[in-house]
């Protein structure tokens, strides 16, 4: 899903010398989970005199929004640590408080009407707080979010500069990027509504925020298939007419609809109608990589957990399938760092 592909895509730029902030903006929190552990991501949201709000990013949103103490923001290193070289590696952890931020941010009040713009820019004031007190500066900020166009993934949007969509072989994913070509157009307009009428237009952040550009779409979960006489496997009929179709949604429906901005381009101009990248179905190596805190890039070091025990070690085809998808995490690294700039 996306909060694997978010990690282990973090995890190739990190091996790449990148240094990468992660903001956990999706109230399951899976990917704090993920990457501190459940023990270490639970300790997090306990409370004391010291962390009123406890160490996730419910210490920065809540006392920004409420404007009652100093928001602070927090981040950690993953449990399990990169190979020597890697880039720094950090998590804004998140917290299931955020279902509560989308009843709290007004797209009317707050947006519309340039009363609180700002309130649509948490992701970026945290990315900005964090490379202060870590002390150094991030090349990529990876925001994961909610699978629904709520006020959260709104706010992540005006907050970033790209944004990749990850599809799974179904048709709802063909329906979802023509989805995203009639909610962005709206959501520009409503921040040109918002510049114009707020009282901080001089604001360098804000006056650099709010124009993201779609910059492709990764094929996610789909399985593959060698057929007699192949040398190499493909993808099984079903998952390639969903594929096909999503490229054809892409080509012509969300290219289309994102042409109707016309204030910036907001499909980047090296974006391809094709996937980025294809990461196939997982399996159990997926919520097994999860549930021990093991990037799949180094989860064949270790055993599987009981659930998927298979004679005591991951199989020769669960190791290669390993290796062949944590590549593929590194071909969309290569896509990231060659035009995201």
């Known amino acids: 899903g996306k909060t694997t592909l978010t990690w282990n895509l973090s995890v190739s730029l990190s091996a790449k010398g990148k240094s990468v902030l992660l903001i956990d903006f999706d109230p399951q929190c899976n990917l704090s ?9 639970s ?40 190979e020597p070289g890697s880039g720094r590696l950090d998590i804004a952890p998140g917290d299931f408080w955020l279902n509560n931020l989308s009843d709290v941010i007004s797209v009317g009040t707050d947006l519309i ?9 948490i992701p970026s004031l945290i990315a900005s707080k964090a490379q202060k007190l870590n002390n150094c500066e991030y090349d990529y900020v990876l925001i994961d979010v909610p699978p629904s166009f709520n006020t959260i993934v709104r706010s992540a949007l005006y907050c970033s500069d790209y944004f990749l969509v990850p599809c799974t072989a179904d048709i709802f994913s063909a329906y979802c990027i023509g989805l995203i070509g009639e909610t962005l157009p ?10 114009r009428r707020t009282s901080a237009q001089n604001n360098s952040l804000i006056s650099q925020k709010g124009s993201p550009k779609f910059a492709g779409w990764v094929f996610n979960g789909f399985d593959k298939r060698k057929n007699p006489g192949q040398q190499n496997s493909s993808e099984i009929a079903a998952d390639a ?28 101009s090296f974006t391809p109608d094709t996937p980025v990248a294809k990461v196939e179905d ?22 599987p957990t009981r659930g998927v025990l298979a004679r005591g070690a991951w199989s020769g085809p669960q ?21 995201f700039v």
């Open 282 to 303: 997982l399996n159990v190596m997926a919520p097994d990589s999860i549930l021990q805190g093991v990037p799949l890039r180094y989860l064949s070091t270790v055993a």
């Open 241 to 268: 007419a969903h594929r096909d179709k999503i490229i054809d949604s892409v080509k012509n429906d969300l290219r289309p609809k994102l042409a109707s901005i016309k204030t910036y381009s907001a499909v980047a």
């Open 186 to 195: 709206k959501f520009r307009d409503d921040w040109e509504q918002g510049i």
């Open 113 to 121: 009407a340039g009363n609180a713009v700002n309130r649509f820019l």
């Open 33 to 41: 989970i993920a990457l501190l552990g459940e023990t270490g991501f």
């Open 43 to 82: 300790d997090l949201l306990k409370k004391d005199a010291n962390n009123p709000y406890g160490k996730t990013i419910r210490a920065f949103c809540q006392p920004f929004i409420q404007q009652d103490i100093l928001p602070v923001v927090h981040t950690f290193p993953p449990q399990f640590p990169m």
């Open 319 to 339: 190791k290669a399938l390993m290796q062949a998808m944590s590549a593929e995490h590194d071909v969309l690294a290569d896509y990231i760092i060659q035009n």
